[in-house]
Nanobody, 128 residues
C-alpha cells in the first residue's frame, strides 16, 4: 500500500521556483499512476499534473510550460515523484497534494475521486 508523503512547500516571491517531492515506500511504486492536485482556500481541489506509470504526462492548462512533473524510480527505498514549479504566480498559492492510484486507464484522472491514496499536503504560498 502506497502512503505518499509530500515535502518542499514554502513561501516564495512571484516569479520564483519551488520543487515539491512526494515519496512513497512501496516496492511496486513504479506501477502506480501519480498526480499532483492543489486546493486554495474556499475552492475545490483541482488537478495540476499527472504522470502515468507508462510515462505519459499531462498538465493543467494553468500550469503548462511552468511546471514539470518527473519521477525517480531508482532501486532504492524511497521512490519519489517531483513537481518542479517555475515562474510562480500568486494564484498558484494553495495546499498541494500528491495522489496515487493503481489504475492506469478507465477513469478521469483529472478528478480527485480517481485516486485512492493521498498525502497530507504541503503549503505553497506565492507573494506578489
Amino acid at each position: 500500500q502506497v502512503q505518499p508523503v509530500e515535502s518542499g512547500g514554502g513561501l516564495v516571491q512571484a516569479g520564483g521556483s519551488l520543487r515539491l517531492s512526494c515519496a512513497a515506500s512501496e516496492r511496486t511504486f513504479s506501477t502506480y499512476t501519480m498526480a499532483w492536485f492543489r486546493q486554495a482556500p474556499g475552492k475545490e481541489r483541482e488537478f495540476v499534473s499527472i504522470r502515468w506509470a507508462g510515462g505519459r504526462i499531462l498538465y493543467a492548462d494553468s500550469v503548462k510550460g511552468r511546471f514539470t512533473i518527473s519521477r525517480d524510480n531508482a532501486n532504492n527505498a524511497k521512490n519519489t515523484v517531483y513537481l518542479q514549479m517555475n515562474s510562480l504566480k500568486p494564484e498558484d498559492t494553495a495546499v498541494y497534494y500528491c495522489a496515487a492510484t493503481v489504475r492506469n486507464w478507465g477513469v478521469d484522472f483529472t478528478r480527485p475521486m480517481a485516486y485512492g491514496y493521498w498525502g497530507q499536503g504541503t503549503q505553497v504560498t506565492v507573494s506578489s
